[in-house]
């Protein structure tokens, strides 16, 4: 079959117009330009603007482009390597390596654009994804199979309770982790291939970047690829997937720089108009089925912490649960600084968590919210002037917001301190004897960056 040849008509920064003579290439088509250098130009195609012109998004540099120059229509889409040959690799949004290795050599390849899975083989069933991380697994559990969210600001510390996540993964689940950084930096990415290397996790892990310095077309579509290579070991190899993505707002600012390029109208505070298409054309994909599941934890930037920004409402809509981080928190050391209060779970119910899960966390929450009102006051008058039944409010919540933080596995480096993986019994147990006043007389410091309770009865003795 003879290959359908264009030229190139109009270049625009990212965005290339290409003029066909036979026949135009598909929608989401892929088209390649042969250049001096070691790799081609590669073009996905984006909209018919003429009878024989489409417009395309460059997926690479477009540096020695010009007009004229011949461009080779492939006649499939953009397309990524699947197999068990990617685990311990990190890689590009077509699979080609960038750790200094050989590219990996597997059996096939997937177009990045696949369909969701039919509603008749999506399972039903509701299950705790456990951590290991005590904040979340008793006041906001994650989904087994669902997608849960970590709200926060710059420095807050999503990435390093992602990589918290990916380590503790393998400790309780016998899945394949990926990480995909969308918009990552090149030193974060480096950084956490190091420490999953160190940690011995990473033969488990596959890699997927597309980097901060990349044009938006590979930004735009790196988490597809990701979810390519989730689907094969869900589907084919019926392995639990745990898939971390950082960052989705990323994700949703490379389409609108994709969206600006091909001058299209924007929405509101400037965001594409398609935003709730180019989402849900993401978040779909990630589901149970009967054998296996893609558990997606997705951190999210929000926007000078303004969680009305559309990226942050549009993000909310497909979460099970939302894990917000505290800037105050995160100020005061504890750390991981996620907020009880603002953090939910739509797992956090009787019928799924059972009646003691439930009404710990309700008690939880109910002393941390009156240790909240009971601030101003002291703040103004003092803790003296409190009654003894605030008192001890204000006590047990100190003590529970200490007991809550965790050392991790990841941060050793930095604190010095053995990371603490913590069963959801455990935690509980200790959420409990806390509440009933066990411990009115020990120092609420004594609870900080421990795991279980044994920790603090052995240094009581």
Same mark, same amino acid.
């Given at each position: 079959?003879?290959?359908?040849?264009?030229?190139?008509?109009?270049?625009?920064?990212?965005?290339i117009?290409?003029?066909?003579?036979?026949s135009k290439?598909?929608?989401?088509?892929?088209?390649?330009?042969?250049?001096?250098?070691?790799k081609?130009?590669?073009?996905?195609?984006?909209?018919y603007?003429s009878?024989?012109?489409?417009r395309?998004?460059?997926?690479?540099?477009?540096?020695?482009?010009?007009r004229?120059?011949?461009?080779?229509?492939?006649?499939e889409?953009?397309?990524f390597?699947?197999g068990?040959?990617?685990?311990?690799?990190m890689?590009?949004?077509?699979?080609?390596p960038?750790?200094?290795?050989?590219?990996?050599?597997?059996?096939?390849?997937r177009?990045?654009?696949?369909k969701?899975?039919?509603?008749?083989?999506?399972?039903?069933?509701?299950?705790?994804?456990?951590?290991?991380?005590?904040a979340?697994?008793?006041?906001?559990?994650?989904?087994?199979?669902?997608?849960?969210?970590?709200f926060?600001?710059?420095?807050?510390?999503k990435?390093?309770?992602?990589?918290?996540?990916?380590?503790?993964?393998?400790?309780?689940?016998?899945?394949?982790?990926?990480f995909?950084?969308?918009?990552?930096?090149?030193?974060?990415g480096?950084?956490?291939?190091r420490?999953?290397?160190?940690?011995g996790?990473?033969?488990?892990?596959?890699?997927?970047?597309?980097?901060?310095?990349?044009?938006?077309?590979v930004?735009?579509?790196?988490?597809?690829?990701?979810?390519?290579?989730?689907?094969?070991?869900?589907?084919?190899?019926?392995q639990?997937?745990?898939?971390?993505?950082d960052?989705?707002?990323?994700f949703?600012? @490379?389409?609108?720089?994709?969206?600006?390029?091909?001058?299209?109208?924007?929405?509101?505070?400037?965001?594409?108009?398609?935003?709730?298409?180019?989402?849900?054309?993401?978040?779909?994909?990630?589901?149970?089925?009967?054998?296996?599941?893609i558990?997606?934890?997705?951190?999210?930037?929000?926007? @000078?912490d303004?969680?009305?920004?559309?990226?942050?409402?549009?993000?909310?809509?497909?979460?099970?649960?939302?894990?917000?981080?505290?800037?105050?928190?995160?100020?005061?050391?504890?750390?991981?600084?996620?907020?009880?209060?603002?953090?939910?779970?739509?797992?956090?119910s009787? @019928?799924?968590?059972g009646?003691r899960?439930?009404?710990?966390?309700?008690?939880?929450k109910?002393?941390?919210?009156?240790?909240?009102?009971?601030?101003?006051?002291?703040?103004?008058?003092?803790?003296?002037?409190?009654?003894? @039944?605030?008192?001890?409010?204000?006590?047990?919540?100190?003590?529970?917001?200490?007991?809550?933080?965790?050392?991790?596995?990841?941060?050793?480096h930095?604190?010095?301190?053995?990371?603490?993986?913590?069963s959801?019994?455990?935690?509980?147990?200790?959420?409990?004897r806390?509440?009933?006043?066990?411990?009115?007389?020990?120092?609420e410091?004594?609870?900080?960056?421990?795991?279980?309770?044994?920790?603090?009865?052995?240094?009581?003795?």
């Amino acid at each position: 079959m003879k290959n359908n040849v264009g030229y190139i008509k109009r270049i625009e920064g990212g965005v290339i117009d290409v003029q066909f003579t036979e026949s135009k290439p598909c929608i989401k088509g892929k088209l390649i330009i042969k250049t001096d250098e070691e790799k081609d130009i590669v073009l996905e195609v984006q909209d018919y603007i003429s009878e024989d012109t489409v417009r395309c998004l460059a997926i690479s540099s477009t540096q020695g482009l010009f007009r004229g120059a011949e461009v080779l229509d492939t006649g499939e889409e953009i397309s990524f390597p699947v197999g068990d040959e990617l685990l311990g690799r990190m890689v590009n949004i077509f699979g080609e390596p960038i750790d200094n290795k050989e590219a990996p050599q597997t059996k096939e390849r997937r177009s990045i654009h696949q369909k969701p899975v039919p509603v008749k083989d999506l399972s039903t069933k509701e299950e705790i994804f456990i951590t290991g991380i005590k904040a979340i697994d008793i006041l906001s559990p994650l989904e087994k199979g669902g997608k849960g969210g970590l709200f926060g600001g710059a420095g807050c510390g999503k990435t390093v309770l992602i990589t918290e996540m990916i380590n503790n993964m393998f400790k309780l689940y016998n899945g394949v982790s990926l990480f995909c950084g969308v918009g990552e930096r090149c030193r974060e990415g480096e950084e956490l291939y190091r420490e999953m290397a160190d940690s011995g996790v990473l033969d488990k892990t596959a890699m997927i970047f597309g980097q901060m310095n990349e044009p938006p077309g590979v930004r735009s579509r790196v988490a597809h690829s990701a979810l390519t290579l989730a689907e094969h070991f869900r589907d084919d190899k019926k392995q639990n997937v745990l898939l971390m993505i950082d960052n989705i707002f990323r994700f949703v600012q @490379a389409g609108s720089e994709v969206s600006a390029l091909m001058n299209r109208i924007p929405s509101r505070v400037g965001y594409q108009s398609s935003l709730a298409q180019e989402l849900a054309s993401l978040q779909e994909r990630i589901c149970s089925t009967k054998d296996a599941s893609i558990t997606s934890i997705q951190a999210v930037y929000v926007p @000078a912490d303004d969680f009305t920004d559309p990226s942050a409402a549009q993000t909310f809509a497909y979460l099970s649960s939302s894990i917000v981080l505290s800037r105050s928190m995160a100020a005061q050391g504890l750390y991981p600084a996620i907020d009880p209060l603002n953090s939910s779970s739509k797992m956090l119910s009787r @019928a799924i968590v059972g009646e003691r899960h439930y009404n710990i966390a309700k008690q939880v929450k109910k002393t941390l919210s009156e240790y909240e009102d009971l601030k101003d006051i002291i703040a103004m008058l003092g803790f003296e002037e409190l009654s003894e @039944a605030d008192k001890e409010t204000v006590l047990k919540a100190r003590q529970l917001q200490r007991f809550l933080t965790q050392p991790f596995f990841t941060t050793k480096h930095f604190t010095g301190k053995d990371g603490r993986s913590v069963s959801l019994e455990d935690g509980l147990d200790g959420c409990e004897r806390i509440l009933n006043g066990e411990f009115l007389g020990v120092s609420e410091q004594k609870f900080y960056m421990i795991g279980s309770l044994e920790e603090l009865d052995l240094e009581e003795k």
